[in-house]
């Protein structure tokens, strides 16, 4: 399959790998931002392909991971409301709040729907006038377009029984969040691909030359990652600091001003708090006066209160790239898809997902060096 195929190939993946190793003189440490990343790279055994001396940590690019509790807390409150369709991507259901999830409302006998898409929802809302219908709008820049989209219909159709429960993110003020704690190892960074094809990676040179950080936009296939990870290890050898683009099949510096601008239109930025992470500044999207009187927080008197709730869960530290899946505690023993204890064990594009998938059988991680054991 074009584009697939030729991005497989193991022996140019190798090939990279052998030049990594060529190149690598010192330690370096690594952070993809994407959850997709992440399941790619431990799918595909990426890291293992690597010497030793490249540590390569999973950043907090997973949009259900970061959904912060008091969202799904105030998505359960909406959801629990008479004549309340509540629509949510499916991964968000099993994620715990303080009362539950959306699932276990679902189970008391709230009307909650899996949907694919914010079109979706407003297609329900369409079917039936007679009820309010909410979107849980989770993600980063490659989702928030649909949203903007489906409000924007909403609103040249005068649809007035849809409604929007925001909780989307941006990428680079969580990047800037990252470097900027005092704890931080990240010596370099492979930006996401789609989020890039839709923003762009122009808002990343500042970033790339304030802090003196390599930050290479980056696909999803195995090919994609080991040249990106290339990339960025030469530039780090090399004592640069750029904005590289590995992506180019699908990504151009401007990315999509269409997207751009209906996000403008309907967004304003904010403030926003992550799960386990805590508020970032002017991380997230909030919808512009214009479009608030489609805003379900407003619509049904819904206040969300910063709540973090005590677990064992150390999804924040996985989250930082302080930890490994792998180095909690719970990890396939109290926590797993089955049981989560938290959204990165019950996401698919989750970092402890996907060691649970792919690694449950190691025995052994050091966070900061890596090295890995796979039990026989
Ligand atoms: S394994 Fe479970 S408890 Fe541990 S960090 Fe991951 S989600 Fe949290």
Not at 26 to 48: A, K, L
């Given at each position: 399959?074009?584009?697939?195929?030729?991005?497989?190939?193991?022996?140019?993946?190798?090939?990279?790998?052998?030049a990594i190793t060529r190149i690598t003189t010192r330690p370096w440490t690594i952070m993809e931002i994407c959850g997709g990343q992440t399941?790619?790279?431990?799918?595909?055994?990426?890291?293992?392909?690597?010497?030793?001396?490249?540590?390569?940590?999973?950043?907090?690019?997973?949009?259900?991971?970061?959904?912060?509790?008091?969202?799904?807390?105030?998505?359960?409150?909406?959801?629990?409301?008479?004549?309340?369709?509540?629509?949510?991507?499916?991964?968000?259901?099993?994620?715990?709040?303080?009362?539950?999830?959306?699932?276990?409302?679902?189970?008391?006998?709230?009307?909650?729907?899996?949907?694919?898409?914010?079109?979706?929802?407003?297609?329900?809302?369409?079917?039936?006038?007679?009820?309010?219908?909410?979107?849980?709008?989770?993600?980063?820049?490659?989702?928030?377009?649909?949203?903007?989209?489906?409000?924007?219909?909403?609103?040249?159709?005068?649809?007035?029984?849809?409604?929007?429960?925001?909780?989307?993110?941006?990428?680079?003020?969580?990047?800037?969040?990252?470097?900027?704690?005092?704890?931080?190892?990240?010596?370099?960074?492979?930006?996401?691909?789609?989020?890039?094809?839709?923003?762009?990676?122009?808002?990343?040179?500042?970033?790339?030359?304030?802090?003196?950080?390599?930050?290479?936009?980056?696909?999803?296939?195995?090919?994609?990652?080991?040249?990106?990870?290339?990339?960025?290890?030469?530039?780090?050898?090399?004592?640069?600091?750029?904005?590289?683009?590995?992506?180019?099949?699908?990504?151009?510096?401007?990315?999509?001003?269409?997207?751009?601008?209906?996000?403008?239109?309907?967004?304003?930025?904010?403030?926003?708090?992550?799960?386990?992470?805590?508020?970032?500044?002017?991380?997230?999207?909030?919808?512009?006066?214009?479009?608030?009187?489609?805003?379900?927080r407003l619509r049904f008197g819904q206040t969300s209160t910063a709540a973090e709730y005590p677990t064992e869960c150390i999804a924040g530290?996985?989250?930082?790239?302080?930890?490994?899946?792998?180095?909690?505690?719970?990890?396939?023993?109290?926590?797993?898809?089955?049981?989560?204890?938290?959204?990165?064990?019950?996401?698919?594009?989750?970092?402890?997902?996907?060691?649970?998938?792919?690694?449950?059988?190691?025995?052994?991680?050091?966070?900061?060096?890596?090295?890995?054991?796979?039990?026989?």
């Amino acid at each position: 399959m074009k584009y697939i195929d030729e991005f497989r190939d193991p022996t140019t993946v190798h090939r990279f790998a052998d030049a990594i190793t060529r190149i690598t003189t010192r330690p370096w440490t690594i952070m993809e931002i994407c959850g997709g990343q992440t399941h790619s790279i431990v799918r595909h055994g990426i890291d293992r392909l690597l010497p030793p001396s490249v540590n390569l940590l999973h950043g907090p690019g997973c949009p259900v991971c970061v959904t912060p509790a008091e969202s799904i807390d105030t998505a359960i409150a909406i959801a629990g409301e008479p004549g309340v369709i509540f629509c949510s991507f499916g991964d968000m259901l099993r994620v715990p709040g303080q009362s539950g999830s959306l699932l276990t409302a679902k189970a008391r006998g709230a009307d909650v729907r899996i949907v694919y898409s914010p079109l979706d929802a407003l297609r329900i809302a369409r079917e039936a006038p007679g009820q309010e219908v909410v979107f849980f709008a989770i993600g980063f820049e490659t989702t928030a377009p649909a949203t903007a989209m489906a409000v924007a219909q909403a609103a040249r159709d005068r649809i007035h029984n849809f409604s929007l429960l925001v909780s989307h993110v941006l990428v680079p003020p969580a990047i800037e969040a990252l470097l900027d704690a005092p704890d931080n190892q990240v010596q370099g960074f492979l930006a996401a691909g789609h989020v890039c094809t839709i923003m762009g990676y122009w808002e990343y040179e500042p970033i790339s030359g304030r802090y003196r950080v390599p930050i290479v936009v980056t696909g999803f296939e195995p090919l994609d990652l080991m040249q990106g990870i290339y990339f960025c290890i030469r530039q780090l050898e090399e004592g640069r600091a750029e904005v590289e683009n590995q992506y180019g099949r699908s990504v151009r510096r401007d990315g999509n001003r269409t997207a751009q601008e209906l996000m403008r239109r309907v967004f304003t930025v904010q403030p926003q708090r992550w799960r386990g992470i805590g508020e970032i500044a002017a991380s997230g999207l909030g919808l512009t006066a214009e479009y608030a009187r489609y805003d379900a927080r407003l619509r049904f008197g819904q206040t969300s209160t910063a709540a973090e709730y005590p677990t064992e869960c150390i999804a924040g530290t996985i989250l930082r790239g302080l930890k490994k899946p792998i180095d909690c505690p719970a990890f396939a023993r109290r926590c797993t898809p089955e049981r989560p204890l938290g959204a990165t064990m019950v996401s698919s594009e989750g970092a402890c997902a996907a060691y649970y998938r792919y690694r449950r059988h190691a025995t052994r991680s050091v966070a900061s060096g890596i090295a890995w054991e796979a039990s026989p």
